[in-house]
């Protein structure tokens, strides 16, 4: 079992719909990533979270650590935000475990 | 915007030969780190540095070598490529206090 999981793997939309991701994991964690991959490969960091909410643009991330739980929330997706999104929780010294992303597809 | 560069994007080159990635970025940041990502699949980490001369393997088992000579600079070789060593491979970097890591675009390596 990976020390983090994601759903759903694969997620198809409609332009304007809401979209949640999300990860659950299952080790003692100092941070959690939420972090954006495109087509040609380049990743680029969402978010940085050790408790609550944060908010940027369309995009909101929340993490429970009690549960050991974070969702991802996009709000009017656009195709433009066709990608996959990975999860990775930061461990001791620093190290990152990612789960293994979800492929979103927007559709106009 | 970060400023963390991977050279070259996209290589093909045949079995047995030497290859170096190149990995550089201008933030100053002491921590790099080199992931490997199949196809589908999750990034592992294959190698990180805390600093100048440091140098430590990660996660997952690789064939790979780094240096870190200068503190913006974390090539990673390869003496003698393989098929199997067909991947993505992914250089990022952070700063010590900071969780946040700078990703590079990638190298995306076929070994023919």
């Known amino acids: 079992k990976n020390e983090v999981e994601q759903s759903p793997q694969n997620l198809t939309a409609q332009e304007g719909e809401f979209i949640t991701i999300n990860c659950s994991y299952s080790?003692?964690?100092?941070?959690l990533h939420w972090l954006q991959q495109h087509p040609g490969g380049g990743i680029v960091s969402l978010f940085m979270l050790s408790s609550g909410k944060k908010k940027h643009g369309r995009l909101i991330a929340t993490i429970n650590i009690q549960e050991k739980h974070s969702s991802l929330h996009i709000t009017a997706s656009h195709p433009r935000d066709s990608a996959v999104y990975i999860c990775?929780?930061?461990?001791?010294?620093?190290?990152?475990?990612f789960g293994e992303g979800t492929q979103l597809t927007v559709n106009p | 915007e970060a400023d963390i560069y991977q050279t070259p994007r996209y290589l093909v080159i045949g079995t047995g030969k030497k290859i170096t990635l190149e990995c550089s970025q201008t933030?100053?940041?002491?921590?790099m780190y080199w992931y490997q990502q199949d196809p589908g699949m999750e990034l592992h980490l294959i190698h990180y540095s805390y600093g100048v001369n440091s140098t430590e393997k990660g996660d997952l088992s690789s064939e790979s070598t780094v240096s870190r000579i200068r503190t913006e600079h974390f090539p990673l070789t390869l003496e003698s490529a393989r098929p199997s060593h067909t991947s993505q491979y992914l250089c990022?970097?952070?700063?010590?206090?900071?969780?946040?890591?700078?990703f590079g675009q990638g190298t995306r390596l076929t070994v023919v």
């Open positions: 990022a970097s952070s700063e010590w206090g900071r969780a946040e890591a700078f």
């Open positions: 080790v003692g964690i100092s941070a």
């Open positions: 933030m100053g940041h002491d921590k």
């Open positions: 990775a929780v930061e461990t001791s010294g620093s190290r990152l475990t």
